[in-house]
């Protein structure tokens, strides 16, 4: 439950402001592309420290690690209530960004050292996808501007206490100096775990807007649809640890994946955006475990930054694409390119895996 409760605060962050995107932009006066920054700013800083918070695991344990990142978490998110402007909000994603590495790279090196299975991290993958999914439902529900703040404080919250009770995970002495030294043989992995969480979680924080412009759905049963593509990673990612030793699985996942986003571009009518945000959702979620048990297997001499380097890919990929994809909303489409697109590099991160095979 410590672990889980690292992941739920990392998921919940990523879609929670994508969840009330176009409230948002009307409450501070801006486009659409500012408030997609308010999701670069988090990721700028989550991916800047992927690297160092696995050194950090590594030397100090992931368990304080990750409290001390949902502190961070919790005391950003309070003063993000304090003040609506764009630039203020912009700059307390930052510090929240920070927050972020720290619980989501020290629970899931948290998990491996109690649980120490594949099978174990695609729960704690489900984890931070089922947050996720729950954010771009319930954060409409919350009233005013300051929803995505004041449920991102409640999360964290919640988490920490649940941290606290957690039992301590024990030190590597070593571990630290051996992160220092990079592993080329860990970038197949990032491709696979930027493609599959990456490109999800851009997805994820445009799909509502995409079937309300498009699809001239209401913003609640947007939301409802929309958290498909995060929320069924719950049952996909605990199924992909059983897949670990099967790549070819893990390939055909990348494949139908990019067929359904292809087909959640259209976004009517709402039988076939539900069928295909449910297809991408499920397809998502299989590569998980491969990618962070893959690199755990790969460096077990320093497990913790290993998932780090290849959490930082799909950071990257949160990163750019997020604002490019809310940029495709002023182009012919309403959307509809950017996530063809998307689609397209979901369906090619298969020859990453044959690769790696």
Known sequence: MGGFALAASAGWNLANVGAVAGRTSAAYGVGLAVVGLFTTALVL?????????????????????????????????????????AWFAIGIRLVTGIGLA???????????????????????????????????????????????FATSAIVAAVGLVLVLLAPADERRPGAARAARTFDRRLLPLGVTHAASFGL??????????????????????????GGLVLFLGVVSRPAGGRLLERPGVVRASFVVGGFAIGLLSIARPLPLAIAAAA???????????SAFAGAQRMRPDAPAAAVGVVNLAATIVILVGTPLVGLSFSLPGDGRIGFLVCGVLFASAALAVRARS
């Open 279 to 289: 297809i991408v959702g499920l397809a998502a979620g299989v590569p998980f475990a």
């Open 200 to 225: 999800s979680v851009v997805l994820g924080n445009w799909v509502a807007t995409l079937l309300q412009r498009g699809g001239h759905e209401s913003a609640h049963v947007a939301g409802l649809v």
């Open 45 to 85: 800083t989550h991916a800047a420290m992927q690297i160092p918070a696995g050194r950090l695991c590594d030397r100090f344990g992931a368990r304080l690690v990750g409290a001390a990142g949902l502190v961070l978490i919790g005391i950003s998110s309070l003063a993000g209530l304090a003040w609506r402007e």
């Open 102 to 148: 720290a619980a989501f790279v020290g629970g899931a090196d948290y998990v491996r050292a109690t649980l120490a299975s594949p099978v174990a991290q695609g729960f704690y993958g489900a984890t931070s996808m089922a947050a996720g999914g729950l954010a771009l439902a319930l954060v409409p529900l919350w009233p005013g501007w300051r929803a995505p």
